[in-house]
């Protein structure tokens, strides 16, 4: 099969998500100027109005609802017709035939509205979910198309579809790997965070596995390939996506399946009530052909089928102005039966920057400690050299001239400053060359997930630093509430476990998985959903993709999500706040309970009315009045209460539980010390002394800590000011 994309081909794919963005194109003329057609139909709709209550022009009126109609209904008209040819009845078919039954007793404007409202509601629900299909041919880019192979006669460029097992392929500094493969000639540092989710790039070395997306570091590596182009870790990733879509469950709203006897039974109760007395003989003909009227005007099921998409729509406006995108008002459902939330880590529950928290130094002061390390730190590109050069940037500490310069790879970098020999580097480096290390600092820093960087010369430890990702401010207090609403709460990570267990710890998560590949977390739902029921997926990588598609409720959050998240997921977050997810469980449960008692009024009335008809105690009036248009509007205003609903979590901000300063100074010695951490970020200022944030965040008095700060210079005793920088 040919594809408008290369790729897909080569995958062997198929389907292609470009076709299906092509097939797009084609789009009627009423799909392009849809909003145009339905206030146009609007227009008409008042003058039927107009007309039969002004001049009581019936006829007229009836013209001019038939033609707001026509004007609206061309999407809901077409899908019922397919579905007639198919022997069912869908919500389209319902309502079609409503809006016929309105027109046979002159209500045609009854019917207009309802399909006007109808149309209307199916757009809004559909636009979300046509929006960025195109997001997996993004997905299918990012491994190169190309790949150089080597050869007995050199290195070549060819296509990466052509390149076969055991092939051996080359990849220079700053190349993304085009195939998974291992590594048979030198080493480098591969940012694989696309796939694992890790947050640091890792030392990968002869014998280890990296995949293709990867991007390489800064050095030279050849690798012997393990998997073609369609068996790639990323191929195995667009494969389960797509399978676990089509796999998704699709159950069928309550009112469909109502309806689907519903309508049937009533419109051959109201044929039979005109006919059967008829031929029995029994009372006067227009007498029963009036009751079979009414119950056809009472068994319009307009209230029925909008209840729902009128809550629905209302309820999807709302969150969008919440900054929550819904993808289908399934979801709205969906999420209230969600017994377990999973959580990706690096980007989700973590800002995904690294930062420098601990300065530990030994017989030398912490300014001198951080000038040191940072000063070796700035010859390398590694993300942790980085972060600690910022810091000494912020903090104003001077980087110092460095000779002889040397990296370690894979353990640290050494270097002469003022014609001293330094080392820095990680604790098993350290403990090759002999250095007498204090493991009780580096234990305390490793069990809460921080990565120490150590300082020495002539085998004499000097100082410690500690590296670790920031936790987002909100990710408590999401974690605490789902606790209170008894949901359970899990990570998936590629990231350590050691790592993992320290951040759960910190939000009180009950199951804590780490690296953990996208197939594996992919794995992972599939069994709690089986032990523990419906999950809801939270991520933001291409790496939890999988495990997005497979949950029963997926949410990306939109400002760092990749686009393939961004298009896997059922819903998106558009800012990094968590607490919107405690908002959409609210306002998707208000919705429901919403929708609830519109069906249970719509049908209990009809139900109802259609007894009292029966037995002759009816009048259209009543019957129009009432048990049609009465309950439509009931159903209507019903479902507007959803705009004025307030969640109690609207009222939560990040300022609320932030801090208002990021430095501590003193004037005296002219340093700058970073925030104290705890409980995995940064303590607050609360009567002249720095507090644990737990213990001025409402909704986690329970977990309250007694943790405190003096806000006094360690060297000097001088009182330190907060500061917002430290330029």
């Given amino acids: 099969m040919e594809h408008s994309c290369q790729k897909c081909s080569d995958l062997g794919q198929e389907s292609c998500p470009i076709d299906s963005i092509n097939e797009q194109k084609g789009k009627s003329i009423f799909e392009f100027f849809f909003w145009y057609f339905i206030v146009i139909s609007a227009v008409f709709l008042f003058y039927s109005f107009y007309f039969e209550l002004v001049f009581e022009a019936i006829f007229l009126s009836q013209i001019f609802a038939l033609i707001s109609v026509a004007l609206s209904s061309k999407e809901v008209i077409e899908s019922a017709g397919r579905e007639i040819i198919k022997k069912r009845l869908n919500a389209n078919a319902l309502m079609v035939i409503a809006m016929i039954g309105a027109f046979i007793i002159q209500k045609g404007q009854e019917g207009a509205i309802a399909i006007l409202l109808y149309s209307i509601a199916e757009k809004l629900e559909d636009v979300t979910v046509d929006k960025s299909r195109e997001a997996i041919s993004k997905l299918i880019e990012l491994a190169p198309d190309k790949a150089l192979l080597k050869t007995e006669k050199g290195i070549h460029e060819i296509l990466a579809s052509e390149v076969k ?58 690798i012997s390939v393990t998997h073609t182009s369609e068996n790639t870790i990323l191929a195995k990733i667009i494969e389960n996506v797509e399978t676990a879509r089509l796999n998704k469950s699709n159950t069928e709203k309550f009112i469909e399946k109502f309806a689907n006897y519903y309508t049937p039974v009533i419109l051959l109760v109201s044929v039979l009530i005109m006919v059967f007395p008829i031929i029995l003989g029994i009372g006067q003909p227009i007498d029963w052909i009036y009751r079979g009227l009414m119950l056809l005007v009472i068994s319009c099921p307009c209230a029925l089928t909008l209840s729902t998409p009128l809550a629905m729509v209302a309820a999807l406006t709302k969150l969008s102005r919440e900054g929550i995108l819904v993808k289908g008002s399934k979801y709205i459902d969906e999420i209230t039966r969600v017994k377990v939330f999973g959580f990706d880590k690096t980007g989700t529950l973590t800002e995904g920057r690294l930062k420098v928290y601990d300065n530990i130094a030994f017989g030398i002061s912490k300014s001198e400690n951080l000038s040191l390390i940072a000063s070796l730190e700035s010859q390398s590109e590694h993300p942790i050299a980085q972060a600690i050069v910022l810091e000494a940037k912020n903090q104003n500490v001077p980087l110092l001239n460095v000779k002889n310069f040397e990296v370690i790879k894979g353990k640290g970098v050494r270097g002469q400053i003022n014609n001293t020999q330094y080392e820095v580097g990680s604790f098993k480096y350290f403990k090759e060359l002999g250095y007498e290390n204090s493991e009780k600092n580096i234990d305390n820093l490793s069990k809460v997930g921080k990565t120490p960087i150590l ?43 050691n790592m993992v267990d320290s951040i759960g710890e910190c939000l009180s998560i009950d199951l804590k998985y780490g690296n953990l590949l996208p197939n594996q977390k992919l794995e992972k739902i599939k069994t709690i959903q089986k032990d523990l029921g419906p999950i809801s997926m939270v991520g933001d990588g291409i790496n939890d993709a999988p495990a997005i598609a497979a949950s029963n409720v997926g949410i990306a959050m939109g400002a760092s999500g990749s686009d393939i998240s961004l298009e896997t997921a059922d819903l998106v977050i558009m800012n990094d706040d968590l607490t919107k997810i405690l908002v959409l469980i609210d306002i998707a449960k208000n919705t429901n309970n919403i929708i609830k008692q519109n069906i249970v009024l719509s049908i209990s009335i009809k139900i109802s009315f259609a007894f009292l008809t029966l037995f002759g105690l009816m009048t259209l009036m009543l019957a129009v009045g009432i048990g049609d248009m009465g309950v439509s509007l009931f159903v209507l205003f019903n479902s507007l209460r959803i705009f004025r609903y307030k969640s109690k979590f609207q009222e939560l901000s990040e300022e609320d539980f932030d801090v208002s300063a990021k430095y501590l ?63």
């Fill in 455 to 497: 300082l020495g010369s002539n085998k004499r430890l000097l100082g410690i630093l500690s590296v670790r990702d920031s936790l987002r401010v909100s990710a408590p207090i999401l974690t605490r509430s789902l606790k209170k609403q008894n949901y359970e709460s899990m990570i998936l990570s590629g990231d350590t476990q």
């Fill in 165 to 222: 097992l055991n092939d051996t392929i080359v990849l220079k500094p700053g190349m993304k790997a085009p195939l998974d493969g291992i590594i048979v000639s030198g080493a480098s540092y591969f940012d694989q965070s696309a796939l694992t989710g890790e947050s640091i790039p890792a030392l990968n070395d002869e014998g280890e596995e990296i995949y293709a997306s990867s991007i390489n570091g800064d050095g030279y590596v050849e």
């Fill in 665 to 727: 100074y003193c004037k005296k010695c002219k340093l700058y010390q970073t925030y104290p951490q705890h409980h995995g970020r940064e303590m607050i200022k609360s009567e002249e002394r720095l507090v644990c944030w737990q213990k001025l965040a409402e909704e986690i008095k329970e977990d309250e800590c007694s943790e405190e700060f003096e806000l006094k210079c360690q060297q000097c005793n001088e009182e330190l000011e907060m500061k917002l920088n430290a330029l």
